[in-house]
């Protein structure tokens, strides 16, 4: 009943950026919070960077941070992620992903695949040399 659906990937040279977008339809709700994930060919899913509601708590993963970017626009259910100053290694299928459980102030929580709800079905960014 609950739809992530997400957009803006593509391929982009070493050093670009782009812009991925997720937007949540269906049925309403409000999510505690919403993250980025990603997941490499051969790899396991692994955090990217998460938001809460208001926006007053955000996380990054140690590899991004400094070069993403996380926001929210609540009036749009939308979360957004700025990539930027890509690197090879970032290429990836990038999924968004929800949850409505209070997850607290520690990042731990924020970063477990396992905490989220509702999952969209990614984008992809590729991201060469």
């Known amino acids: 009943q609950v739809q992530l659906v997400e957009s803006g990937g593509g391929l982009v040279q070493a050093g670009g950026s782009l812009r991925l977008s997720c937007a949540a339809s269906g049925r309403t709700f409000t999510s505690y919070a919403m993250g980025w994930f990603r997941q490499a060919p051969g790899k396991e899913r692994e955090f990217v960077a998460a938001?809460?509601?208001?926006?007053?708590?955000?996380y990054y993963a140690d590899s991004v941070k400094g070069r993403f970017t996380i926001s929210r626009d609540n009036s749009k259910n939308t979360v957004y992620l700025h990539l930027n100053s890509l690197k090879p290694e970032d290429t990836a299928v990038y999924y968004c992903?929800?949850?409505?459980?209070?997850?607290?102030?520690?990042?731990?929580?924020?970063?477990?695949?396992?905490?989220?709800?509702?999952w969209g079905q990614g984008t992809q960014v590729t991201v060469s040399s």
């Open positions: 992903a929800a949850t409505i459980t209070p997850l607290g102030y520690s990042a731990i929580r924020y970063k477990d695949r396992g905490e989220y709800d509702y």
């Open positions: 938001i809460t509601w208001s926006g007053g708590w955000i």
